[in-house]
């Protein structure tokens, strides 16, 4: 909980990580560029005080994690969205067995989603059901950009995701977050191209598709579709660090996206550990959109709210303490939607 | 009439200046992505470089298969070697570039066709954010109301950087520049009808807003990226041998 000004907010981080990067864990060249792109992205986009050392970078285990989210960080609760890359890390990226161990001894403060990939075809469809079950998933996290041996990304409407997809409704896993990255088979399309989320997202209305960096280098092609789609969402990740770098630029994006998706569908990460929590948190209830961006009504402090963390805890239902709630709408398709998505869909 | 001969070294440069990224719709140059240039006898070596080892290798192919293309103009400059660096794809598209294999040769499997649609649906998002940025000035420096932005001819639109940028991005996906041609048009340049044109330049900015914010982006993490190995200076290294040596 964030206290500021009187107002008391409830955080839930809606996508962190605990991953092995160290060299011991690379499997080949690929690792080490994957890593060193996060460092790039952690040391361009923070605030010189609170930029890590390389090392702690590639490692920082459950102690620094837990520290960072829940005694410095202000996050009421987090929820671990691990990224695979199996073909970069011998051990993978996200440590799945730690982060789902933690989450475990830490119900109330963790949710543990799992990721899967649906060019494992049958096999990887009966490891899905076994972890559902012994995870308890409620959601999965999806990276499109996966390499798997000759290939370099899928489709969320490829056949095999589509049965993925279906059998997550069977299972109960509801939230779909979708990590867009640069490769996808052919490289003849644009892979940040979110067309493939618009069509399963009209096809399987009982799954939340919550699109990670609000479909950052896309932001015009994520706001359009979630203008078409009740069960889109969009996640902060990576854009809430312009908040510090480019704020006008960031004022810009969440004008864009109350306008188009609205303060229902809008969920806070830090994407720990690319970036910590606790400067985000408190650059956020501090944020204002600037006077001179008239075409932006002033950000309130309920939207503040629904986004730092009450939105995505409608998607999980989390207990949120009474004194903490608003009236929200999120996870409930039939919500009064956004000025944008009123308009797009007329137009 | 004096015709000013210009370097090698400038021509160079301003052959690679006509490459643009399609994403960010600047030229390479701009970007800092020519990370040197080398002239000698036998040719010239330019060496690219983007802001992360991931950046999507179908951009990364098109805007070194375009330098190759556009320093083939560039008279008596030699043999032409494009190479990008530090990129996870940069063996592939290198050996690609030098056996000139095309898009198709270079990727192989990965590549069904061309980038030809890619590279149009760029072009049209740069247009998009083009005619956003006209009109939206216009509607703020001039009395013209939002409902009669519809009947605003190119011939209407003040000169200057904008307008110019504009006709560029007209012309690069078959749209007609001649200033009877009315500024809000969509793709295939047929007139956005009165009613739809808020919402149109409603969306028209969010394109130009994610174009901008990319490059502010990419621009971030080039200098962060390469901050230590060459100073933080993004400029590009130029060299030529060929011209000392011939001086000498």
Not at chain 1, 6 to 27: F, I, M, Q, T
Not at chain 1, 306 to 335: F, H, M, Q, S, W
Not at chain 2, 54 to 73: E, T
């Amino acid at each position: 909980m964030y206290e500021k000004a009187g107002e008391k907010y409830y955080v839930v981080d809606s996508h962190v990580a605990l991953w092995d990067a160290r060299e011991s864990n690379l499997k080949n060249v690929h690792g080490k560029q994957f890593i060193d792109c996060f460092y790039d992205y952690h040391k361009n986009l923070s605030p010189e005080e609170v930029v890590w050392d390389y090392d702690t970078y590639t490692y920082y285990g459950s102690d620094r994690f837990m520290k960072d989210l829940f005694e410095d960080g202000y996050v009421d609760h987090a929820i671990f969205q691990p990224a695979l890359l199996m073909d970069f890390y011998k051990n993978g990226f996200g440590q799945t067995e730690e982060a789902f161990g933690l989450a475990k001894s830490n119900p109330d403060l963790l949710t543990y989603n799992h990721a899967y990939d649906p060019r494992h075809e049958e096999a990887g469809l009966e490891q899905l059901r076994r972890d559902a079950e012994r995870m308890s998933l409620k959601g999965v996290k999806l990276y499109t950009a996966e390499w798997y041996g000759d290939s370099r990304g899928y489709k969320l409407d490829d056949k095999w995701s589509r049965r993925y997809l279906e059998e997550c409704i069977e299972l109960g896993i509801k939230n779909i977050h979708v990590h867009k990255g640069p490769t996808i088979r052919p490289l003849d399309r644009d892979a940040f191209d979110v067309a493939d989320v618009d069509h399963v997202a009209t096809d399987y209305l009982d799954l939340n598709f919550i699109v990670e960096h609000v479909g950052l280098p896309r932001l015009e092609d994520f706001c359009w579709i979630a203008t078409q789609e009740s069960n889109v969402y969009g996640g902060l990740a990576v854009a809430m660090p312009f908040i510090h770098t480019r704020p006008r630029y960031f004022a810009q994006i969440i004008g864009e996206l109350l306008y188009w998706i609205g303060e229902d569908k809008i969920l806070f990460s830090s994407d720990y550990a690319l970036w910590t929590p606790k400067w985000l948190i408190e650059r956020f209830v501090d944020f204002q959109i600037p006077a001179d961006l008239t075409e932006y009504a002033p950000i309130t402090t309920d939207q503040k709210k629904k986004i730092l963390g009450l939105n995505a805890a409608a998607l999980y239902d989390l207990d949120v303490p009474n004194e903490l709630r608003l009236p929200t709408d999120a996870g409930d398709a039939d919500v009064e939607v956004a000025a944008g998505a009123k308009e797009a869909v007329l137009s | 009439m004096t015709v000013l001969a210009m370097s090698l070294e400038a021509e160079v440069m301003a052959a690679l200046a006509t490459v643009i990224d399609p994403e960010l719709d600047e030229p390479i140059t701009d970007l800092g992505f020519v990370r040197s240039v080398h002239i000698d006898d036998v040719g010239v070596s330019v060496h690219l470089r983007l802001p992360t080892s991931f950046c999507s290798p179908n951009f990364a192919y098109l805007m070194a298969s375009d330098a190759q293309d556009a320093l083939r103009f560039v008279e008596g400059v030699g043999r032409i070697k494009v190479l990008l660096d530090d990129h996870h794809d940069s063996d592939k598209i290198n050996s690609g570039l030098a056996a000139e294999a095309g898009y198709v040769g270079t990727f192989g499997q990965e590549a069904d066709d061309s980038l030809d649609e890619l590279r149009l649906t760029f072009q049209r998002k740069a247009h998009t954010a083009a005619m956003e940025r006209c009109v939206a000035a216009v509607l703020k420096d001039t009395d013209l109301a939002v409902e009669d932005a519809h009947r605003l001819l190119l011939g209407h639109l003040p000169g200057g950087g904008h307008k110019d940028a504009l006709l560029r991005r007209r012309a690069d996906i078959g749209l007609g520049i001649g200033p009877e041609e009315p500024v809000l048009v969509d793709e295939t340049g047929a007139p956005i009808p009165a009613e739809a044109v808020p919402m149109r330049l409603r969306f028209a900015k969010a394109v130009r807003i994610s174009i901008e914010g990319n490059s502010h982006f990419c621009r971030g993490l080039l200098a962060t990226r390469y901050s230590d190995s060459e100073a933080g200076d993004m400029s590009t290294r130029i060299t030529n041998t060929r011209f000392a040596r011939r001086a000498s």
